[in-house]
C-alpha cells in the first residue's frame, strides 16, 4: 500500500510563493511518474504538473507553465511543487498522486494513489 502526504499550503498574497510537498511511503517511488493536480470549489479535478521516474522529463498545465516546477527527491521518497507568482485563481486543494507509469503522463486516469490534498489560498 502507498501512502502519500502532502503539506506547505496556506494562505498567500498574490505574487506571492509557495512550496508544496508530498511524502511517499513504500519502497518503489522511484519506479513511478507522480503528478500534482488541483480542485476549485465547483469545478473538476485538474491537471498541474508531472515528472517522469528520474526527474528528467516534466510536463505542466498551460495554465501554470513558466510559474510553477516539478522536481523529486528519490532518496527521501518526495516530490515538491514550487509556486511562484500565484494568482488568485491558483486557490484550490492541491493533490499529489501516483502513476500507474514510469514516464510523464497528464490523465487523472493514469494515477492509481492520492493524497489527501492541501489548501492553497491567493488572495487578491
Known amino acids: 500500500q502507498v501512502q502519500l502526504v502532502e503539506s506547505g499550503g496556506g494562505l498567500v498574497q498574490a505574487g506571492g510563493s509557495l512550496r508544496l510537498s508530498c511524502a511517499a511511503s513504500?519502497?518503489?517511488?522511484?519506479?513511478?511518474?507522480m503528478g500534482w493536480f488541483r480542485q476549485a470549489p465547483g469545478k473538476e479535478r485538474e491537471f498541474v504538473a508531472t515528472?517522469?521516474?528520474?526527474?528528467?522529463?516534466?510536463s505542466y498545465a498551460a495554465s501554470v507553465k513558466g510559474r510553477f516546477t516539478i522536481s523529486r527527491d528519490n532518496a527521501k521518497n518526495t516530490v515538491y511543487l514550487q509556486m511562484n507568482s500565484l494568482k488568485p485563481e491558483d486557490t484550490a486543494v492541491y493533490y499529489c498522486?501516483?502513476?500507474?507509469?514510469?514516464?510523464?503522463?497528464?490523465?487523472?486516469?493514469?494515477?492509481?494513489?492520492w493524497g489527501q490534498g492541501t489548501q492553497v489560498t491567493v488572495s487578491s
Open positions: 498522486a501516483r502513476s500507474e507509469y514510469s514516464g510523464v503522463v497528464t490523465g487523472r486516469a493514469a494515477y492509481d494513489y
Open positions: 515528472i517522469n521516474w528520474s526527474g528528467s522529463s516534466t
Open positions: 513504500g519502497r518503489t517511488f522511484s519506479s513511478y511518474a
